[in-house]
């Protein structure tokens, strides 16, 4: 214990987050005795086998530990080599990461089924043009049908996403035809999600498959079914029953806590939990109740990913991304935590613990020591929600620790789904990207990158992220955000249209023009599917090359922790962008997996990965390879002209 506390000492806050509410709460904590994960990430080093994913724990024959410095001097009892080993290592990720994105997208489609069905009333169509766009982007005739006919087809069609046997995942058809030809001959194009990660265990099995070509392509057709399947289902069922995101003024930081309030957070991945309980905090009798217990109202705030959906969707303020769950604990303010599914920490129900918080699990799927489960389910949600509620007010009502809530609060703007894109550039008459693909060709816009991800105590929470962000956007690169990257920004500034002053001459008059920020936040992580469909607008439009491959565009994760991250990354990989991660990359260099990852993958027409820990490499290597496709469609010149003009322009107004 001595020697832990001098471990902490010496770290000072400041080098562990530049969040301040975060920073002053892990003060806070330390203070007061508690241990956070920060503390931990520093007590615990990293096993560098494992880092290296040099190891294999596949079998009893094992666990088997090969070398990182001499790759080849050995390999495992059953023979697998370090090609075979990281590979197997490397599927097992993107096969979870794929499993969590892909069953929270079939429970949003079990909640839509039963919606259609008529055996769950709680929640209803909200936006019926998005459903009849969906169902018209994958085939589905929708000329002189009911809302409720054309949702019953486009319930059949979705399904396939998941348990079809044989044949392309309906969202295919929205893959620009040249990308598509190049999946087919990689022999990468899913069948249903559930198939394409079955096969992906067995083949990682002990004594299967043991080619990490061969492997590879079952982890880039498992990402796919991810991104252009799991996710993206998710992303369009949420929006057709919760409605499309538009840009919307929303407060995001700590201080959207209040002391005279019942404090309620959700923290989570999937909306309904988060809609109903919206639904039960403006229940007249549990406001009522609140204010008969001495609060001023019942305050709802979220965390990670469902609450930049809501967010997005609805303006409810968010407190903060992933290495800030166990901090907002320490203010003692908050009366209730709810959570469900993904990225919640163990760790959270013994800080909730130290501060007398009561903390709700609600999923099936996510049960915590220490935590309360109140079962949610659809068909009676509210049963939950209002339970969550009324034990938040009993709570507020017996507050006995003291209350230290960071005064810190950032205003900024969210919501931009890829049909609000399209609607800002094109206008209110003609949506279209052809404004965008216009600007990028101009060279005004240099590019566009997503920047999205997690936060890990590994780094410096939040610095990646926007020293990462202002450097891509100095440099005329258009930043599209989603998960807890975006909150990082948010918390930054950079989510406001003022922030266009921080871009590039270029990037600064479209911003100017449009009045848009220069940073774009998507909303959560299933999202993502939301920046694939801009990018496959963009290829439809024209001028900017036939295949997603040709676009220059790139991506990063990077403070990334999550195999979810690593699915991501693999389906943009796949989707023909260079993807740049931080922190840590489970690989060893020369290693045949490795050249195969970050270049070879290239040349079969897809993009490839890319690794920095250092935020300024990250964007020249970004840059760089921006500035490489931009030369490629021969559209590099247009740039240099088109800057030029715009300093001749303000010397001569300056003159
Ligand atoms: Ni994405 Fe969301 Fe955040 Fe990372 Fe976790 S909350 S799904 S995995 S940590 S961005
Ligand atoms: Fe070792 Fe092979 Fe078993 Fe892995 S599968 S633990 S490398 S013997």
Not at 363 to 379: K, L, M, Q, T, Y
């Amino acid at each position: 214990m001595e020697k832990k506390t001098e471990i902490e000492k010496k770290v000072n806050v400041r080098d562990l987050t530049i969040c301040d509410a975060t920073a002053q709460m892990l003060e806070k904590a330390r203070r007061d005795g508690v241990e956070t994960a920060f503390d931990r990430a520093i007590n615990m080093k990293a096993c560098p086998i494992g880092a290296d994913s040099a190891c294999c724990k596949h079998c009893a024959m094992g666990p088997c530990r090969l070398n990182a410095k001499d790759p080849y001097g050995k390999v495992g009892v059953c023979g697998a080599d370090i090609d075979t080993i990281q590979a197997r290592n490397f599927s097992r990720m993107v096969a979870s990461g794929a499993a969590a994105h892909t069953d929270h997208g079939m429970s949003m489609l079990d909640l839509f089924r039963e919606v259609v069905n008529g055996h769950i009333t709680d929640y209803s169509i909200k936006d019926p043009l998005k459903l009849e766009s969906v169902a018209q982007s994958i085939g589905i005739e929708t000329e002189g049908k009911s809302v409720a006919e054309i949702a019953k087809e486009l319930y059949t069609e979705l399904e396939k996403t998941y348990i079809q046997i044989e044949g392309e995942i309906p969202f295919m058809k929205r893959v620009p035809p040249k990308t598509l030809e190049t999946w087919r001959k990689l022999g990468v194009v899913p069948r249903g999600a559930m198939r394409e990660i079955m096969e992906m265990m067995h083949r990682t099995h002990m004594g299967v498959d043991q080619h990490y070509e061969n492997l590879a392509q079952q982890f880039t057709r498992t990402a796919i079914s991810d991104g252009w399947g799991g996710s993206m289902v998710a992303t369009e069922i949420s929006d057709i029953l919760f409605g499309t995101p538009s840009p919307i003024c929303v407060e995001v930081n700590m201080g959207v806590l209040k002391e005279n309030q019942v404090n309620i957070i959700i923290h989570g991945h999937e909306p309904n939990l988060f809609e109903s309980i919206l639904e039960s905090v403006n229940e007249p009798s549990l406001v009522q109740a609140a204010k008969d217990a001495g609060a001023a109202g019942i305050n709802l705030v979220g965390m990670c990913c469902s609450g930049a959906e809501m967010l997005s969707r609805h303006g409810i303020p968010h407190a903060g991304n992933f290495m800030s769950t166990e901090a907002i604990l320490v203010t003692g303010a908050v009366d209730a935590l709810g959570v469900d599914v993904q990225c919640i920490k163990q760790g959270l129900a013994k800080v909730a613990e130290c501060y007398g918080t009561p903390m709700f699990t609600t999923n099936s799927r996510c049960r915590i020591e220490g935590a309360v489960h109140i079962p949610f389910d659809d068909h009676h949600p509210k049963e939950c929600t209002d339970e969550i509620v009324i034990r938040a007010i009993t709570r507020f009502k017996h507050r006995t620790h003291p209350i230290e809530i960071p005064n810190i609060v950032n205003v900024g703007v969210h919501g931009f789904s890829h049909e609000y894109i399209n609607y800002m550039l094109g206008g209110s008459f003609r949506g279209s990207y052809t404004p965008l693909n216009e600007n990028i060709i101009n060279g005004r816009i240099r590019g566009v990158a997503g920047v999205v991800g997690c936060t890990n105590p590994r780094v410096k929470q939040d610095w990646v992220h926007v020293e990462l962000v202002k450097e891509l956007i100095k440099n005329d690169i258009l930043v599209l955000q989603t998960g807890c990257s975006q909150i990082a920004l948010a918390k930054a500034g950079l989510t406001v249209p003022e922030a266009a002053i921080l871009a590039g001459p270029g990037l600064r008059e479209v911003c100017e023009t449009v009045g848009m920020p220069p940073v774009l936040g998507m909303g959560s992580c299933v999202d993502n599917s939301r920046i694939l469909v801009a990018a496959a607008e963009m290829v439809r439009e024209g001028g900017l090359g036939d295949s997603l491959a040709s676009l220059p565009v790139a991506g990063a994760a990077p403070e990334w922790m999550s195999e979810k991250a690593i699915s991501i990354g693999q389906y943009f990989v796949a989707s023909g962008v260079y993807t740049v991660f931080g922190v840590t990359f489970p690989i060893v260099e020369h290693t045949k997996f490795y050249k195969m990852m970050f270049e070879d993958f290239e040349k079969q027409g897809l993009g490839k990965w890319g690794f920095a820990v250092d935020p300024y490499e990250m964007a020249r290597m970004m840059i760089d390879h921006i500035d490489k496709k931009r030369k490629a469609l021969g559209i590099d010149k247009a740039r240099e002209r088109t800057l030029f003009d715009m300093a001749d322009r303000r010397s001569m107004e300056a003159a």
